[in-house]
């Protein structure tokens, strides 16, 4: 069977759970330099019906569970630190890579606070844990739409053909 409208579909799909997901980090305020946002893609199966969104970014992990960081990258810290240009304010005179040794020392003792890490809003109700769960409960029904419309789609086609094929009169 052809699912020529199936895979338009899952790829709208796709789309959709991208953008959710760039939303979710954006309103949970874990955009600090962008890169996770932009890091995710579609990788669908060829010939097959399965759509993966992935991220090359490791730390994936960590920014949807704080508790899931063991042993923090001090490479990626020491990045992110000059990224944000932290500096050392007590007078110390810290360089950036000591900065960074110190936030990855923290983060093998303690972890990254996980639950309750939260920013104050209206109403309080801002979660900053757990995007890709977030995003999938906020934009199941979306895509449940998007996947229904062709997959009908395709099998009223699959239907057409084979009446055509068995209504034809064989000289």
């Known amino acids: 069977m052809k699912w020529k409208s199936t895979y338009k579909k899952l790829n709208a799909a796709g789309d959709v759970l991208i953008k959710g997901l760039q939303d979710t980090l954006r309103v949970q305020h874990h955009n600090a330099t962008r890169a996770l946002s932009r890091s995710f893609r579609k990788a669908r199966k060829q010939k097959g019906l399965i759509l993966n969104v992935i991220t090359n970014k490791r730390y994936w992990k960590i920014v949807n569970n704080g508790k899931a960081a063991f042993k923090p990258n001090l490479e990626e810290i020491y ?3 000059v990224k944000k240009r932290i500096k050392d304010v007590t ?4 360089s950036q890579m000591a900065i960074a040794v110190r936030i990855a020392r923290r983060i093998s003792e303690k972890g990254i606070p996980s ?23 906020k934009k199941k ?10 997959v009908v ?17 064989k000289k």
């Open 79 to 81: 990045k992110w630190v």
């Open 91 to 94: 007078g110390g005179g810290l």
């Open 115 to 137: 639950k309750p890490y939260v920013v104050w809003t209206e109403g309080n109700n801002l979660k900053r844990t757990d995007f890709a769960g977030v995003t999938k409960e």
């Open 141 to 150: 029904n979306e895509v449940v739409r998007q996947l229904t419309g062709g």
């Open 153 to 169: 789609a395709d099998v009223v086609s699959m239907i057409r053909s084979e009446i055509k094929r068995n209504t034809t009169i």
